[in-house]
């Protein structure tokens, strides 16, 4: 939905004679739920492992973004499927997956989360231009239902066939011990929440990446609205956010064998800082076609890092021991971001007249996000080596 929303603003804006914050909300109205369910959901990852939550999650998401369809022009309706869409898709965030990940693999682990979250990148790619088209060749309605149940429907078909996590292993050996007599023990070290809530390296990522999602957020929802205002034709904008999701999927693979091979958080606050760029890029007066190339190719490098950068920095400082409960913490944070930048952003053209103010505030902020990273201390000691 992040990666469509920006391609409906217009439609709906035309149809329904919506503000730009209006249209803006709904991703915060999602965002919020998300951020409010998302410690609960990391305990309940702790506790029942991600299969069991995600497979029924993903098939309601599916049905929530294709009710979107039926939008008639009603505020509160617009309103009330997107927190439905936000308390489903609770489910389907960065932490289910994240944790699955970084509980089966410790030497290879930064790699593995760029793989796996990659999909994300993948989605950036493909649904601009065939979000596009599908509002184009068949209108805004039929877009919303096959961008819900078939993107939905190959992720549900992937997640039955392949999906298993660290909690799934451990149940089946716990059953296997207590068929044969054996004691069970847990091998999962780490801190306490607790403990994980006054750590200050902890703190500090949890600062960086609200900073950073926040304004990346808001710049990737407005992202297509910003080049057709600045006279980029809307078949060019989507090829161009499209090009940055190409840039993503790159920006994963390496940052994921550069964190493996170097230390983490210089990797991760050079890769968070250079988001700056795109914001100074774009900025009017400065921005040239060449220029918005560039922005595109660096936005999609640095973008679709965060999640994975703060996974990988989450398991290091906090351990395996309750990481479903910590990283819930920071994806709670992330999704609140992600619910503001949006409406920010929206709320300063509307009373701008321009997206001038964000871009401004988008460079300061990104620059500062990363180097609280750069500077953090080196991880302590939780946990071997011994996983893939």
């Known amino acids: 939905m992040m990666s469509a929303t920006g391609l409906f603003m217009e439609p709906l804006s ?90 089966n693999f410790a030497t290879s682990r930064g790699l593995a989360l760029a793989l796996t979250l990659g999909g994300t990148a993948v989605s950036q790619t493909l649904v601009p231009p065939i979000g596009n088209w599908l509002i184009t060749e068949l209108g805004w309605r039929a877009a919303f239902v096959w961008l819900g149940l078939g993107w939905g429907g190959i992720t549900l078909l992937f997640c039955a066939l392949f999906f298993h996590d660290q909690n799934d292993n451990a149940r089946v050996l716990a059953r296997s011990k207590r068929s044969e007599g054996e004691p069970i023990a847990s091998a999962l070290t780490g801190l306490t929440v607790k403990q994980a809530l006054r750590h200050s390296a902890l703190l500090r990522v949890a600062l960086s990446n609200f900073i950073v999602m926040l304004l990346t957020m808001g710049l990737s929802v407005h992202l297509f609205p910003i080049l057709t205002e600045a006279g980029v034709s809307r078949s060019s904008a989507a090829w161009l956010v499209a090009l940055g999701g190409i840039s993503a999927i790159i920006g994963k693979v390496l940052t994921g064998v550069l964190t493996d091979r170097f230390r983490p958080n210089w990797i991760g606050g050079i890769t968070l800082g250079i988001a700056a760029l795109v914001f100074l890029l774009l900025l ?105």
């Open 14 to 103: 035309q149809a329904f004679g919506w503000s730009r914050t209006l249209l803006s909300s709904g991703p915060s109205i999602a965002s919020a739920s998300q951020a409010l369910l998302g410690p609960f959901f990391g305990l309940l990852v702790d506790r029942c492992g991600t299969r069991r939550l995600a497979l029924p999650g993903v098939a309601l998401t599916m049905a929530a973004i294709a009710c979107f369809g039926l939008l008639d022009g009603s505020a509160a309706m617009w309103t009330g499927l997107w927190l439905c869409f936000g308390v489903v898709s609770v489910s389907i965030k960065s932490t289910g997956w994240t944790t699955a990940v970084v509980g």
């Open 284 to 388: 009017d007066g400065v921005r040239t076609y060449p220029f918005i190339i560039i922005a595109m190719v660096v936005n999609g490098y640095a973008q679709g890092t965060k999640t994975q950068i703060t996974g990988y920095l989450t398991a290091g400082y906090a351990g395996m021991r309750n990481f479903g409960a910590v990283y819930s913490f920071m994806s709670a944070l992330m999704a609140l971001a992600a619910g503001l930048g949006p409406l920010i952003a929206g709320m300063i053209y509307d009373y701008s007249g321009g997206y001038g103010p964000f871009l401004v505030m988008g460079t300061i902020g990104c620059a500062i996000g990363g180097f609280i990273v750069l500077t953090l201390p080196d991880f302590p000691e939780h946990e071997g080596k011994s996983k893939a």
